[in-house]
């Protein structure tokens, strides 16, 4: 990683937004993926998947160290994404699920 050194606030805000720019293109990217995988979950519990949460934090924790960011921060920022992503992903289940409903 090489980051550019400021001469200015200005600047430093410059290179913040590009990469804000950046972050959210693959946040969306990220997110379409996610919303194929409700397709491919049968129930709800699969759509927490509890499991699978645990990996991919100690997975990004480990890359925050390969690259030298604050695993906390990675952590926290991971977290926040998993859980809105699981709501969206429950809406998406939810539509393609629907509870089945029985007449009397």
Known sequence: MQVATCSSLDEVRLHIDRLDRQLVALIA??????????????????????????????????????????PAVVEATWRAMINAFIEIERSAHAALHPPSQHLH
């Open 29 to 70: 990217e990220r997110g379409a993926y996610v919303s194929q995988a409700a397709g491919f979950k049968q129930t709800l519990g699969e759509v927490a998947a509890p499991r699978r949460v645990a990996q991919v934090i100690d997975k990004v924790r480990a890359l925050a160290l390969e690259v030298g960011a604050e």
